[in-house]
Structures are given as structure tokens and as C-alpha cells.
């Protein structure tokens, strides 16, 4: 067994602001928390997860065995440590987190870390799959579908042969989300698509056989409405134009509308049936599923300057998120250093911003990792000075671009992409590299 060291914390002392900045209001870290050993964190793999005042961590960007670590919000203090327990395995949820240990999956109170007990058995074939805002996970184990009961308790409430009903679903390819009421299995291979369960029993509702079987390079994300259930399936940036956003029944599965979708970058859905996405050829789409049509489209091609050809444009959108009112996103390659943002309803350019000497952090994150947060009216973004090594929170007014705040640099000599920020509690939180970085926001 790996001896680990003990973690450090520490505050950073903010510095002086550059002359252009004081106008600008400081944004005080409140606590930095460093993992304790050079490793990689990352939320997108599922290593990082807030509840209530405590934050679970995780390394999981490899297949060995990892400590979890509790880290309090407020004082970023390390409130237990438990494992190390198998990396990519472990699944974390707000009363409890499972985690694979020896021939068992054990549960373990997220609170304090004790050991709730065995939840079932653990083979080569067993996978944690998600877990639903009550706290019930679901297992892959063997051809079965495991659903524990919710809460801190561990016991399995039903089981079902999860191959009979959605078949072609397989352990390591399968994803759950708990929506409605109801669990939503997206999976590849042969015979890909979407499934619809009973999330109290597991019996199956319907399917839906995907017209992109056996392509490897589909992704598949499932979002809803009250009436309706959306299904993303759209190629990586090696196949960006295959794809597609389907709206099916939610009562019975029947597909009602259909809209190409080269790539889903930032793909976000409002309570009129709207999406807003970003694809891989640097367009960004706002289309009503209902009607089956667009509204607006924004190329940011229309940004390049200089000889950019066609085929080096994919992955250009390299940020993409929304807010009730706005778009936002930073065009890789055309425009890495201008925070863009966009009119939801029309598609307008509202405003863009260019922070003196420093990139957007987040053009080679994984999408599901580069955001804008926005709170208060304040739009917040990393930003990165790579020749000095070195990362910022950067505060913008949301109606005006203008820049309202920053936090002191971050050091990082690994020079690695900030993931976040996320919101938790009225404080906004990042990964940078092994280190969890915790701030107070503006106003």
C-alpha cells in the first residue's frame, strides 16, 4: 500500500494590482487546498463532488488506488481521509460513496467517512454506473441492474436483467441519469440507443433503437422537460458531421423532431424546448426541438483573421455556456482571447473581452470543464498567463463586458487547464492541476 503524505493548505496573499486594474475590485481566494501528491484532479471523471459543507476528492486519472479525502468549505481543512480505494471506481454521492473494496462495493457515510456496510459484490464485471438526487445508486453487476435505497442506507431495494430490457446495454459503455422520476439508459455497440425504466422497480417503460450503431465515436447525453425527453448523440471532433438532437415522447419514446448536430459543445436546454449548442466546425446553434428548426446561428469563422482553413477550424468553440439571458464562449484558433457573449433570444453580439496579456484558460479542457459561472451579474472565467505560468479568476459585468474584478495569480508550473469554476454555497471552487482552490465572489 502507497504511503501518502499529508496534505498542505495554505492562503494566498494577493498582490498588487497592474495599473489598468485599480479600478478593479479584488476577488480574495479564501483557502487553497493541495493534494498530496503531483497528480491530475478532474470533476469530469467524477473526482470531485460537493455536499453541504463537505467536499469529496478524489484522484481518478488512472486505474490504481486513490485516497478520498473530505475537505471542509469553510476552512478548507481536511475532515477525514479514507482508501485508498480503486481509482475511476468510486462513485460519490451526498449521504454516502461507494467504493470497490477487495470482493465487495462498501458504502461510507459522505458525512464522516464511516463504513455503512456491503452493498453487493464486486467482479470484473461490475461497474458503478450515477447516482439520483436521493442518494440511490445504481450498479452494473454481471448482466443486472443494482439499485440501492436512497439515502446513507446501503441495502439493495431491486435488481433486474438489464440485458433483456435494453439490449446491447453493457457495463462499460452504459450511463444512467435519473430524471423525472424516472432512469434514462443511454449505451453503444451492435445495438445502441436509449432505454426508459421504472426508477421504483427497474421494469422497462421503452427504447429506442439509435440510427448511429456501432459508431464508436458517439457521444449520448440525455436532458428533459416536463413532457419531453431529449437525446444528444453526436461524433468527436474526428466525425463532426455525423450527429444528432432528438425529441421523444416522454410517455411512450415516439421521436416527434429531429435537428442536425455536428458536436454539443456546452448543449443547454431552457423551458421553452430551446437548445443552445456549440459544434465542432465553430458554429454555435440556438434551434427550437418542437418546431424542428433553427432560430439563429453564430459562426465565429466570422472572427478569423489571417489564413485559417477550413479543416483546421474543428474544435474551434472551445468554451461554451449560457445563462438565462446570454451566451458566452471563446473561439479556439480565430479569437483565443476574447471572452464572447451573445444575445440568447437573437444572437446578437452583445459584447466582447480582452483582457490585457492573458488567454482563455480553457480552450483545451474538456467541455463539460470549461464554464462561465454567472452570479450577482458577474460573469466569472479563468484566464491564464502561460509565459509566467500562471492562472486568474476574472469577474465581467454580465450587460456591459467590462472587467469588475480579479483574483491574485495562481501559480501552476505544471501549466495546466483550470477546471471550473463551479458554485457551491455562494462560493465559487476550481481544480488547478492538484490543487483545489476555493473563492469569495464579488458583491
Not at 454481471?142 to 439515502?151: K, N
Not at 439509435?210 to 437525446?231: C, E, F, G
Not at 471572452?339 to 482563455?360: H, K, M, S, Y
Not at 483545451?364 to 464554464?371: D, K, L, S, V
Amino acid at each position: 500500500m502507497r504511503k501518502i503524505a499529508l496534505p498542505t493548505i495554505f492562503i494566498l496573499t494577493l498582490m498588487a494590482a497592474p495599473a489598468h486594474m485599480l479600478s478593479a475590485v479584488p476577488i480574495n481566494i479564501r483557502w487553497i487546498f493541495t493534494w498530496p501528491t503531483d497528480t491530475h484532479l478532474s470533476r469530469a471523471s467524477g473526482g470531485l463532488h460537493f455536499a453541504g459543507e463537505t467536499i469529496l476528492l478524489q484522484s481518478q486519472e488512472s486505474p490504481d488506488v486513490d485516497p478520498v479525502i473530505a475537505v471542509n468549505t469553510r476552512t478548507g481543512r481536511v475532515q477525514y481521509q479514507r482508501g485508498p480505494y480503486a481509482s475511476m471506481r468510486t462513485v460519490f454521492g451526498d449521504e454516502k460513496f461507494l467504493a470497490p473494496v477487495g470482493s465487495h462495493i462498501r458504502a461510507f457515510a459522505t458525512r464522516d467517512g464511516r463504513d455503512l456496510g456491503v452493498v453487493s459484490a464486486w467482479t470484473e464485471r461490475t461497474r458503478i454506473l450515477a447516482r439520483d438526487a436521493r442518494d440511490a445508486f445504481y450498479i452494473f453487476s454481471d448482466g443486472q441492474l443494482l439499485c440501492t435505497a436512497p439515502g446513507n442506507n446501503p441495502t439493495i431495494v431491486w435488481s433486474v436483467p438489464i440485458e433483456r430490457s435494453c439490449p446491447g446495454a453493457r457495463e462499460y459503455d452504459t450511463t444512467v441519469d435519473s430524471i423525472n422520476g424516472r432512469l434514462y439508459l443511454t449505451y453503444g455497440g451492435a445495438q445502441s440507443g436509449l432505454c426508459a425504466l421504472n426508477r421504483g422497480t427497474g421494469a422497462l417503460l421503452w427504447n429506442y433503437t439509435s440510427i448511429y450503431r456501432d459508431n464508436m465515436d458517439i457521444r449520448r447525453r440525455v436532458l428533459a422537460t416536463p413532457s419531453h425527453i431529449v437525446l444528444a448523440e453526436t461524433g468527436g471532433p474526428t466525425s463532426r458531421s455525423v450527429g444528432m438532437i432528438t425529441m421523444m415522447d416522454f410517455a411512450d419514446g415516439r421521436v416527434l423532431a429531429s435537428y442536425p448536430a455536428q458536436g454539443s459543445i456546452g448543449l443547454s436546454l431552457d423551458d421553452r424546448e430551446r437548445v443552445v449548442f456549440g459544434d465542432y466546425s465553430g458554429r454555435i446553434f440556438n434551434a427550437d426541438l418542437k418546431a424542428g428548426r433553427g432560430i439563429w446561428y453564430y459562426s465565429s469563422f466570422n472572427l478569423a483573421t489571417g489564413d485559417i482553413y477550413p479543416d483546421d477550424i474543428s474544435m474551434q468553440v472551445s468554451l461554451l455556456s449560457t445563462d438565462a439571458e446570454r451566451v458566452y464562449f471563446v473561439a479556439e484558433l480565430t479569437n483565443q482571447n476574447e471572452l464572447v457573449a451573445l444575445d440568447r433570444e437573437n444572437g446578437n453580439t452583445l459584447w466582447r473581452f480582452r483582457p490585457q496579456d492573458l488567454r482563455a484558460a480553457h480552450v483545451h479542457a474538456a467541455p463539460e470543464e470549461a464554464r462561465t459561472v454567472t452570479l450577482n451579474g458577474i460573469v466569472y472565467s479563468f484566464w491564464s498567463n502561460h509565459r509566467r505560468a500562471q492562472h486568474m479568476l476574472i469577474g465581467v459585468d454580465a450587460h456591459t463586458g467590462k472587467e469588475v474584478g480579479r483574483s491574485a495569480p495562481i501559480p501552476d508550473l505544471q501549466v495546466d487547464e483550470p477546471h471550473g469554476p463551479y458554485l457551491h454555497d455562494g462560493a465559487l471552487y476550481a481544480l488547478i492541476h492538484n490543487r483545489l482552490v476555493s473563492f469569495a465572489p464579488l458583491r
